[in-house]
């Protein structure tokens, strides 16, 4: 399922439900042919992964709380692996794959 952080309080949240589950969170640019095609990969999973996401050029409050409260550095596109409330794993651009985010969300999964 894809869920839009619109909010400082929303990214809490997400960091709260990846006590329950591993989940991704995704940074994209709305004008990136980058994230245009890491878009697609997160697209493809979002059906089997609990995926949370913000444009950064609208949210950038919520960009910059990402980086600060799960210590990662900002990049866009971004998909930042989350479990038990701290970042397990980051991927930029072209490292954004459908396959790679489901296989280590099922590997930590499988550890809960």
């Known amino acids: 399922m894809f869920h839009t952080l619109n909010s400082p309080a929303d990214l809490d949240d997400a960091i709260q439900a990846s006590h329950d589950q591993p989940i991704v969170i995704f940074k ?4 990136c042919p980058f994230s245009a095609r890491a878009q697609e990969q997160v697209v493809n999973a979002k059906h089997d992964l609990e ?6 050029q ?19 596109p971004q998909a930042i692996i989350v479990h038990q409330g701290a970042a397990v794993a ?15 969300v099922n590997r930590l999964a499988g550890q809960s």
Request: net charge negative; proline share 0%.
């Open 28 to 31: 994209h640019s709305n004008n």
């Open 51 to 56: 995926i949370y996401g913000l444009v950064v």
């Open 58 to 76: 609208y949210k950038k409050d919520v960009s910059d709380a990402v980086a600060e409260k799960l210590n990662v550095e900002h990049a866009s």
């Open 90 to 104: 980051h991927y930029w651009r072209s490292e954004i794959k459908e396959d790679r985010l489901k296989e280590e």
